[in-house]
């Protein structure tokens, strides 16, 4: 259990909440970073940029700062250093999967109904450029459901299963560990998009089977925008071809010489190039500033709070919870459409009268909360208070 002592001690270290300009309820699209993480990347790049960016030992001191990252999400990820690659965000993750597969005419590739562009616009660029056929499973209101839906999608020509850990839109936890059992025993590989996870609960990659996981920093791990890692399991690294090379992917080999292509023995082959490296000192001290506060604290403070408000939204007339009520699936997302309102107009209403943030689910005409372990019953109640408020305004 998190004291409320240390909870008023996050928010005072959290810009958005010391200063109380609005109700932050969107850590699904951008976690705000505490001081100290934030600091973290300041002091970084400060230090880099004194030291003359460019001189060698500092460029080489900086490039180092991917070293401790890479350590902090594997420790949380449950897998090795040599297993993670570090990237910008999640999206840059199932690109080089999805870009890394051998695709042959006919292969199949499977999503849900509810992926973010992350997922379905690599989906549907595989699908374009190699003749391959996507498939897409609903997912309904149960893990059985969910799980029946799946099965009946997936075929002996299910080349990947790619899909959220936890759904953009309705928040709904997929039951990953299930289906990756199911995929594999038809013969596909997994990868599995955890920007809605991580951060929020423990996540173990090496429980959960899958072949791929990509992940970001800057949403519930409270990291800078920017930061964001892909796993690629040790048995499944030669599954996938680079698609994006350059220094540091590679062995130093004298290309003059000896023509061929001599890839680093881990997923530090997906790396490459010059990067703003104090990002990953950032995503390092947010690791443990989180870590610290224990991510099984912080996922039980927020789903108390997303429980409660699923709950009494349910009970406001006019108003629709589009996230299942099976606590099995549940996460800090809520998702709820208000009748008469557009999912646009609600959440201007929100944040214009009541200064509350939240974010439109245009698929739903819906609004999305995000219950992160920093806020309060206070602010949910704000919320609720509010929706009943508009939801009264077009009965
Ligand atoms: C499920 C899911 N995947 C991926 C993304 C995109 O994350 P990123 O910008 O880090 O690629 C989001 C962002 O909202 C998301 O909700």
């Known amino acids: 259990m998190l004291e409320p002592s240390l909870i008023a001690r996050v928010r005072r270290e959290i810009p958005v909440t010391a200063s109380a300009t609005y109700v932050y309820l969107n850590v699904g699209t951008m976690g705000p970073s505490p001081s100290p993480v934030h600091q973290a990347f300041l002091d970084a790049y400060q230090a880099w940029q004194d030291a003359g960016p460019g001189n060698p030992e500092v460029y080489h001191a900086a490039h180092g700062l991917m070293e401790p990252a890479r350590q902090a999400l594997a420790a949380y990820l449950g897998v090795a250093p040599d297993e993670v690659a570090l990237t910008s965000n999640s999206t840059d993750g199932v690109n080089i999967v999805m870009a890394g597969l051998d695709w042959r005419k006919g292969d199949e590739v499977l ?171 950032g995503l390092t001290a947010a690791c443990a500033y989180i870590g610290t506060l224990g991510f099984e604290n912080i996922e039980e403070r927020g789903l108390g709070m997303s429980r409660r408000l699923q709950a009494e939204l349910a009970r406001i007339p006019g108003v629709s919870v589009k996230t299942p009520a099976d606590p099995a699936l549940s996460t800090g997302l809520v998702t709820w459409g208000i009748s008469g309102w557009s999912g646009r107009e609600q959440y201007d209403a929100l944040l214009n009268r009541f200064k509350v943030c939240g974010r439109t689910v245009g698929e739903l005409e819906a609004v999305r909360a995000s219950c992160a372990f920093f806020n309060l019953e206070e602010e949910i109640e704000l919320l609720l208070r509010s929706v009943a408020t508009l939801a009264k305004e077009r009965a």
């Open 111 to 281: 999503t849900s109904d509810q992926e973010h562009p992350a997922v379905s616009v690599p989906w549907l660029n595989v699908q374009q450029r190699y003749g391959v056929v996507g498939r897409i499973f609903n997912l309904g209101s149960t893990v059985d459901e969910i799980l029946s839906n799946f099965r009946a999608q997936l075929s002996g020509r299910t080349k990947l299963v790619v899909v959220s850990h936890v759904s953009s839109q309705t928040g709904v936890r997929l039951p990953v560990a299930e289906m990756t059992a199911l995929a594999h025993q038809a013969g596909a590989l997994v990868c599995i998009d955890g920007a809605q996870a991580c951060g929020q609960f423990p996540v173990n990659v090496a429980a959960i089977g899958c072949d791929f996981y990509t992940m970001n920093g800057h949403k519930w791990l409270l990291a800078p925008g920017g930061t964001g890692g892909v796993v690629i399991r040790r048995q499944a690294l030669e599954r996938l071809v680079p698609a994006v090379v350059g220094a540091g992917s590679n062995e130093p080999v004298d290309y003059r010489a000896d023509r061929r292509l001599q890839f680093v023995p881990s997923a530090r082959r997906f790396e490459n190039a010059t990067r703003n490296w104090a990002l990953y000192a």
